[in-house]
């Protein structure tokens, strides 16, 4: 049974840093591409960042330059490095490993607000 479990989340002001980890088990995730999602009250879930099995980012471009996206195949563990971030970054942000079924983490609460 594949689980993801996200921490990390938070009320930051605008311009803090915040690490996001996605913790997972039942699966390597080194084989896997993955990816971080983010929904606001109100919107859709929307793809905030990927990585896939060979390593490659790639970033929704109200993101680039601010969060990185990693992964420690040891610790069997996906992150989200969060700079600078706005207000508008405020979502449950959520991880997705695209297996052959995609699994999802409950979500962790990002708050930016001054």
């Known amino acids: 049974q594949v689980q993801l479990v996200e921490s990390g989340g938070g009320l930051v002001q605008p311009g803090d840093s915040l690490r996001l980890s996605c913790a997972a088990s039942?699966?390597?995730?080194?084989?896997?591409?993955m990816g971080w999602y983010r929904q606001a009250p109100g919107k859709q879930r929307e793809l905030v960042a990927i990585?896939?099995?060979?390593?490659?980012?790639s970033y929704v471009d109200s993101v680039k330059g601010r969060f990185t996206i990693s992964r420690d195949n040891a610790k069997n563990t996906m992150y989200l490095q969060m700079n600078s971030v706005k207000p508008e970054d405020t979502a449950v942000y959520y991880c997705?490993?695209?297996?052959?079924?995609?699994?999802w983490g409950q979500g962790t609460q990002v708050t930016v607000s001054s």
């Open positions: 039942g699966t390597i995730i080194g084989i896997w591409n």
């Open positions: 990585i896939t099995s060979n390593g490659d980012t």
């Open positions: 997705n490993l695209a297996a052959i079924v995609p699994y």
